[in-house]
């Protein structure tokens, strides 16, 4: 009777481990986001090894970065959820983590491209646009490249419209 309860014990053991990794793997607590309390998920979108929130809490807008063997778990400082001037940005560059996270907020309708600008490499941002009319963007980059002393905006935001006209731009 004792090798039978340890073999149904081992196996639940098992069985629990095994589940947690394969078929839950996306999901995300509300303990894993810094203010779990007042956090709302505003959208969710899987890519090929990863997966994009995008939400809200009590500081403002942020967007969410899981990978999906569950290495790691980051956000973005807090932005506006209704910019003022029709778009908004958010970033993160934790150095533990090998990704750079930029995203935000597009409420100006006519915002149709975002690219984000480094010295050498730029990335067309993907934009989303949720059931509910809300339109988010965002994109990785592996690393940031370092800035050169004294060159001002080696790092650029800018938002297009259908005639490649720029309707947004910010530089850091």
Request: charged share 25%; glycine share 8%.
């Amino acid at each position: 009777m004792k090798k039978i309860l340890l073999f149904f014990s081992v196996f639940l053991l098992l069985n629990t481990a095994c589940s947690n990794t394969s078929s839950n793997i996306t999901e995300l607590s509300l303990e894993n986001f810094p203010h779990p309390k007042s956090t709302e998920i505003l959208d969710r979108q899987r890519k090929d090894d990863y997966e994009i929130v995008f939400y809200t809490d009590e500081t403002g807008y942020r967007i969410g970065y899981k990978k999906l063997d569950g290495e790691y778990w980051t956000h973005t400082g807090n932005g506006e959820i209704n910019p003022t001037d029709g778009f908004d940005w958010v970033m993160n560059n934790d150095p533990t983590i090998p990704i750079t996270l930029f995203g935000g907020i597009i409420t100006d309708e006519k915002i149709t491209t975002v690219f984000v600008k480094q010295k050498t490499m730029e990335k067309e941002a993907e934009i989303i646009a949720t059931d509910e009319g809300l339109r988010f963007w965002f994109t990785t980059f592996g690393s940031l490249e370092e800035p050169d002393l004294g060159d001002p905006d080696q790092l650029k935001i800018e938002a297009f419209d259908d005639n490649g006209n720029i309707l947004w731009k910010d530089g850091i």
